[in-house]
């Protein structure tokens, strides 16, 4: 394989940038020509490539979103949209794409590749939300829970100045594992999760038990994909039957899907892009490289779109324990 292409789709996520570093860096090493395709799908429809080189990824490892910018691309769930993404690979002789993304990247690699398999696609798992399936951890998931445990930190302080319940709500429309990792770091009463039914009336009597007790100040994490409808909704419910709290809530947003990398982030980031570009080389496709008890693993684009990475129940043991 002599040219590759590289892209990053969907939402940015904190690592993004150390993971097409170590694409390139590798890519030329094995001496490789790269373009980088701007703005995802939508970029490869329209012509938006540019070489990259060493110099090109030089200092960016420690940048948050992504040099190559990102877009949603409804042209290219129709055949026709494809088709020119395919013609426009095809001029620049790319035989191979690093895809960086989440599941709708994914589905529309796997969706590519049945149309054009003399192609070779293999994806790098970006995603703040960490659930995608055959890797531990997505590019973007260590960074964002610590960029919500430190804006918690900092409401919990004024919670307890003013004895206020603060209801936070996280990112995670489909999954919790932002809000339950952030919720444990910072010792939320409780955490509110798509993956389990929220009951309102066992979070009222909680806020109750810890009122008695002269503990005013309680945080309640929730993922925006809560089944009760969110941090306003849940705060509404709660403040209905409890008029005695000082109830706020805070939005932390897209806050969480930008900032410099960790370093665990960059590390592993630099070592799934690595991986990628080794696997094209060797033939692999239709595969996303990630990595599972610390080892590199290759999940089929359908497995890594169809299965969701499971909550630990022991998780939700502690927040309930620990509470």
């Given amino acids: 394989m002599k040219t590759i292409g590289v892209f990053t789709s969907g939402g ?3 690592g993004m940038n150390a993971c097409l570093r170590a694409v390139v860096r590798t890519a030329r090493q094995f001496g490789m020509q790269v373009w ?18 060493m110099r090109d990824v030089s200092n960016i490892i420690q940048l948050g979103g992504t040099i190559l910018h990102s877009a949603r691309s409804e042209a290219f769930r129709t055949p026709q949209g494809r088709q020119r993404a395919w013609e426009n690979l095809k001029a620049r002789g790319i035989e ?19 149309e054009y398999p003399e192609l070779r696609i293999v994806g790098a798992p970006g995603t703040i939300d960490n659930d995608l399936y055959g890797t531990d951890y997505t590019i973007g998931y260590d960074t964002a829970i610590n960029t919500a445990m430190h804006a918690i930190d900092h409401i919990k302080d004024t919670a307890n100045s003013h004895d206020r319940v603060f209801f936070v709500e996280v990112m995670g429309r489909d999954a919790g594992f932002i809000a339950l990792a952030s919720g444990i770091a910072t010792g ?8 389990s039914r929220t009951n309102i009336d066992a979070l009222v009597e909680l806020l109750r038990r810890n009122i008695a007790h002269k503990k005013w100040a309680n945080i309640i994490v929730v993922a925006e994909g809560d089944d009760e409808g969110g941090a306003f909704e849940v705060a509404r419910k709660v403040s209905t039957r409890l008029p005695q709290i000082e109830a706020r809530v805070t939005v932390l947003g897209h806050v969480q899907r930008g900032g410099r990398p960790t370093c665990m982030e960059r590390i592993r980031a630099s070592r799934i892009g690595m991986e990628c570009v080794r696997a094209l080389k060797e033939g692999k496709s239709g595969i996303m490289v990630g990595i599972v008890h610390r080892d590199i693993a290759y999940t089929p684009f359908e497995q890594a779109i169809k299965h969701h990475q499971q909550i630990n129940p022991t998780l939700l043991e502690i927040v309930r324990i620990l509470s």
Wanted: aromatic share 8%; charged share 20%.
């Fill in 96 to 114: 191979g794409l690093v895809a960086i993304g989440g599941d709708g990247t994914f589905t529309g690699a796997k969706a590519f590749l049945e």
């Fill in 36 to 53: 980088g395709i701007c703005r995802g799908y939508q970029g490869m429809i329209e012509g938006e490539f540019r070489t990259l080189n």
């Fill in 12 to 14: 940015d996520a904190p």
């Fill in 188 to 195: 939320a009463e409780a955490v509110l999760i798509p993956e």
